[in-house]
């Protein structure tokens, strides 16, 4: 399988590139580390048009409202095609605002704003067509910098268990539409 994610440096994107590469599949890695400051409507464009014939976009890269106007210029893209979609979001959305004490960094009122806009484009596009198919993850608190041995290993965990129950749906032709892990 060709597989394309965003923020493939770091963290879960970087966990995701290592661990389906060493699956066997090809994996292409778009980030500003490669020269894809995704933010660069030029360099987006750049970056959509090499993964057209991938069967999996993950999307990891998180600055502002980016995966969102990833998403939809993907869906627009793919539409009609049996391909999956991989929006990573996160459970700061089943809060009305970033909890008090939680995160002291002022941003984060913007980062889970982006990601509500990133969750109602994953259902909005996913009524509208039924593929290409689009997973909205909300994992709960990742470890992303730095990474040491046992935060790695939470990683790799996490990614297993999301490929297994990958696995297990399409073994039995069921769609993950939305998918918590924590």
Request: with cysteine.
């Amino acid at each position: 399988m060709n597989i394309a994610i965003t923020g493939h440096t770091r963290g879960l994107g970087a966990e995701f590139k290592k661990t389906y590469e060493n699956d066997g599949h090809t994996v292409l890695g778009f980030s500003r580390s490669n020269g894809y400051d995704l933010r660069d409507w030029s360099q987006m464009q750049k970056m959509l048009a090499q993964i057209n014939d991938c069967d999996m976009f993950i999307s990891c890269a998180k600055p502002d409202f980016v995966q969102t106007t990833i998403l939809y210029e993907l869906w627009k893209m793919w539409r009609g095609q049996n391909k999956i979609i991989v929006n990573i979001s996160s459970t700061l959305t089943y809060f009305p605002t970033c909890p008090p004490g939680l995160f002291n960094d002022p941003m984060m009122d913007l980062y889970r704003t982006s990601k509500l806009s990133l969750n109602e484009a994953s259902t909005q596009l996913s009524f509208k067509s039924p593929l290409p198919k689009i997973m909205l993850i909300k994992p709960g608190h990742l470890y992303n910098q730095p990474i040491t041995p046992d935060q790695e290993l939470t990683l790799a965990i996490w990614v297993n268990t999301f490929k297994s129950i990958v696995k297990l749906a399409e073994d039995n032709k069921l769609n993950i539409t939305e998918l918590t892990l924590t």
